[in-house]
């Protein structure tokens, strides 16, 4: 039998491999593309640092006589990662609270009591709002009664506390398991917008006097917009009441939150230290029975959002 001679072949690509390639050499130049835009528009202010003149506030906020303080400006990843470790902690606490009030402030908070007086005759069931638990803070703390502000459904103030409770050993006293304070804080040099949230819990410290302890915190610093007026970032808090109460007619500004099914709840704003400005977007109109009408500024805002109930353990 003769042997067939070999033949020659050119190897060649067939149509469908060469688009499949052409589409993801395409896929890859468009990334590149994409990233190359995000390190050049963000490349220059994603590390800046600095000194700001914050005032005696900040005394409060971290202790100490400091007026200044070094952070970050915004935007700020590595800030925005320390923002998740605090949110994480809050989430935690949640879970071991038995009841939440948010109450707003214009000024700064010094409470940091871990333990609030009340009545031998006194009952739970009678704090079923933020306001409420103010004016009991307000009789068993007399120091608070012009840092906190009366609201119902949103709160206008430019800063916040949130006061956790936990299980009390006493019939006489109400337990803080922690505090967390969020303070908007404007400075001149340089003109711009302080943020900072901070967690007061209980520290471990010899001859301890009855009061929290920092224990996380983040901060961010805004420098004020070039063009355009700012936009005050509120409100911080809205309380929606139990639906159940929308029987009792009290203006739309409040009958349009009392939503809750069966237990009341919050949302809770954080200003976003990977956001580039504290300045808000054009907010849609709502009609004034809308629920909406009362948040629609923080729409695109923030990542840091939060719904959080008024009393996790039920």
């Not at 819990?201 to 009061?211: A, E, I, Q, R």
Request: aromatic content about 10%; charged content about 10%; some cysteine.
């Amino acid at each position: 039998m003769k042997a067939r001679a070999p033949t020659s072949r050119t190897a060649a690509f067939s149509l469908i491999e060469l688009l499949v390639a052409a589409a993801l050499g395409a896929a890859l130049l468009t990334v590149a593309v994409i990233i190359f835009q995000s390190l050049v528009a963000n490349g220059g202010t994603r590390t800046s640092y600095g000194t700001v003149t914050v005032g005696s506030a900040l005394g409060t906020f971290y202790g100490g006589s400091a007026t200044t303080v070094s952070t970050y400006f915004a935007p700020s990843y590595g800030r925005a990662a320390q923002a998740e470790v605090v949110r994480t902690q809050f989430i935690t606490d949640l879970q071991s609270s038995i009841a939440v009030y948010c109450l707003g402030r214009n000024g700064v908070n010094a409470t940091r009591e871990n333990s609030i007086p009340v009545s031998a005759t006194f009952k739970g069931s009678s704090l079923d709002t933020p306001e409420a638990f103010r004016q009991l803070l307000a009789t068993a703390v007399p120091a608070t009664s012009s840092t906190f502000t009366a609201y119902r459904g949103a709160s206008t103030a430019t800063n916040a506390s949130i006061f956790l409770l936990k299980l009390s050993a006493s019939s006489t006293a109400l337990s803080v398991l922690a505090i967390y304070d969020i303070d908007l804080t404007p400075t001149t040099s340089p003109a711009g917008t302080y943020v900072s949230v901070k967690r007061y819990g209980t520290v471990t410290t010899t001859g301890s006097d009855g009061l929290l302890g920092l224990t996380d915190y983040y901060d961010i610093f805004y420098p004020a917009p070039t063009t355009g007026a700012s936009v005050a970032f509120n409100p911080l808090v809205v309380c929606f009441e139990r639906a159940a109460r929308a029987s009792v007619v009290e203006g739309n500004s409040i009958d349009r939150l009392k939503q809750a099914a069966e237990r009341p709840f919050y949302f809770v704003w954080w200003p976003d230290p990977s956001a580039h400005t504290l300045q808000a977007p054009a907010a849609p109109s709502y009609a004034s029975t809308d629920p909406k009408a009362s948040y629609a500024s923080m729409g695109g805002r923030t990542a840091f959002f939060l719904v959080v109930p008024m009393f996790p353990a039920l």
